[in-house]
Nanobody
Framework: QVHLVESGGGLVQPGGSLRLSCTAS????????MGWFRQAPGKEREFVAAISWSGITTHYGESVEGRFFISRDNAKNTAELQMNSLKSEDTAVYYC??????????????????WGQGAQVTVSS
């Protein structure tokens, strides 16, 4: 059974940083691209960032480009999201997801096969 578990969420002041981690089990990690999505109250879940199985290729959502950075460690089965210069509008539940298609990386929710339970990130003074 596949499990994706997010950790590292919490409360941070505007301008601060947080690092989210996603630990995967029950799958062959290198066979999956990894993505991060987020969902704010009353809004649809949106793409944040994704990384190819090799870690060579990354994509970012327009609103986080230049502030957030995605990485992965295939030896540890982990994917991470470094979030800098946080804004109040970054407040959301953040989800990691795994896409078993390794031909590229996707921004589309429907392309991801497995999802974590989510981690709350709150940016507030």
């Amino acid at each position: 059974q596949v499990h994706l578990v997010e950790s590292g969420g919490g409360l941070v002041q505007p301008g601060g940083s947080l690092r989210l981690s996603c630990t995967a089990s029950g799958l062959t990690f290198i066979n999956h691209a990894m993505g991060w999505f987020r969902q704010a109250p009353g809004k649809e879940r949106e793409f944040v960032a994704a990384i190819s199985w090799s870690g060579i290729t990354t994509h970012y959502g327009e609103s986080v480009e230049g502030r957030f950075f995605i990485s992965r460690d295939n030896a540890k089965n982990t994917a991470e999201l470094q979030m800098n210069s946080l804004k109040s509008e970054d407040t959301a539940v953040y989800y990691c997801a795994a896409d078993q298609f390794t031909g590229g990386i996707s921004r589309a929710l429907a392309d991801y096969d497995y999802w974590g339970q989510g981690a709350q990130v709150t940016v507030s003074s």
